[in-house]
């Protein structure tokens, strides 16, 4: 309560009190009836101090609400300012108040999925690098305790170690790369060069993995003219080996992976297509996710980091453009993304 409220109110109180005494003196005076003063300055005084102390309350709520509400309105209102209604300064705080719990319920909501979500991570991450450890260990001993000395064994368990090792390096590729580009720190050098020589390039490196199979690669490509796109050419080199790849894990024996390259206004659409188990409905949502797998048994078996298609997406956003894919169950896959045209 400030000063000249003070005053205002000792103000009050005085006049009150000397109304009171003239008023009773008065009475005494004429009448000399003690019981008759009662009677007629009680209801008096009750309704004076009544509106004493509602002006008081009145006064010292808003003297200590209009910092609040300055605070929650973001207004410069000032505190000289006697006109500003109560009532409407608790209903406007109350709205403020009410939106800053419905934020912060939003933001506990989104910090427990992202507590929930760390821990999926960290779970992963321990599973996925505890298999080739407990491997190499496994292999280590069993060399250690006479099994280097065998030569029936050695080479076997020491190439295995190896692929092991080759396995727990490509997981913290994956890793490095993946964080890189969730943290929004990955410098992509933009460049021009044919996508379709590109594919090609990869189709030869993914030939061996392709024969295991008997899957057949081919593009579609009906543009008649040199495919030239701006972009990183590294990263976009693995964006494409991950789909490659993908579809030869999960594409059927005797298959085939197709490209189909087609021309929209300023960018090229690649569509990477296969005919091998596919994805269902319910899984589709959330290949993007880092680690999950549609069918875990068989992304075991073939020895992904379970990161791909993870970094597929973040390749495609850090590049401005989309990606989506179809799939019905035993029939294929299609991934389609897009790039701009080189000017």
Known sequence: MNISINKKLNLYITLFAVAISLFNFTILYFFNNIFLVLIISLPIFFITVYFIINLLTKNYIKEKIKP?????????LSLKNKNVNVDEMLKKINQQINLQAKNHT???????????????????????????????QGYLLTLIEGGINDPNINELYLKRAEKSIDRMILIVNDLEAISKLE??????????????????????????????????????????KKLIVNADKK???????????NSINYGKNDGNTSISIKELENKYLIEISDNGCGISETEL???????????????????????????????????????????????????????????
Request: aromatic share 10%; with cysteine; proline share 1%.
């Open 285 to 343: 949502p959330r290949i993007f996710e880092r680690f999950y797998r549609a069918d875990k048994s068989r992304s075991r078996e073939q020895g992904g980091t379970g990161l791909g298609l993870s970094i597929v997406k973040h390749i495609i956003e850090a590049h401005n453009q989309q990606i989506t894919v179809e799939s019905i169950v035993n029939k294929g896959t299609k991934f389609a993304f897009t790039l701009n045209k080189a000017k």
């Open 235 to 245: 990263w976009i080199s693995r964006l494409v080996i991950n789909l490659i790849v």
């Open 106 to 136: 939003k933001e506990i909501k989104q910090l427990k999925e992202l507590e929930k979500y760390r821990k999926e991570f960290i779970g992963n991450v321990s599973h996925e690098l505890k298999t080739p450890i407990f491997n190499i």
């Open 68 to 76: 609040i509400y300055k605070k929650t309105c973001q207004i410069n």
């Open 183 to 224: 943290a929004h720190k990955l410098e992509l050098n933009y460049d021009n060069f044919n996508i379709e020589e590109l594919i090609n390039d990869i189709f030869d490196m993914q030939m061996l993995r392709a024969k295991e199979k008997n899957i057949s690669f081919n593009i579609l490509n009906n543009l008649n």
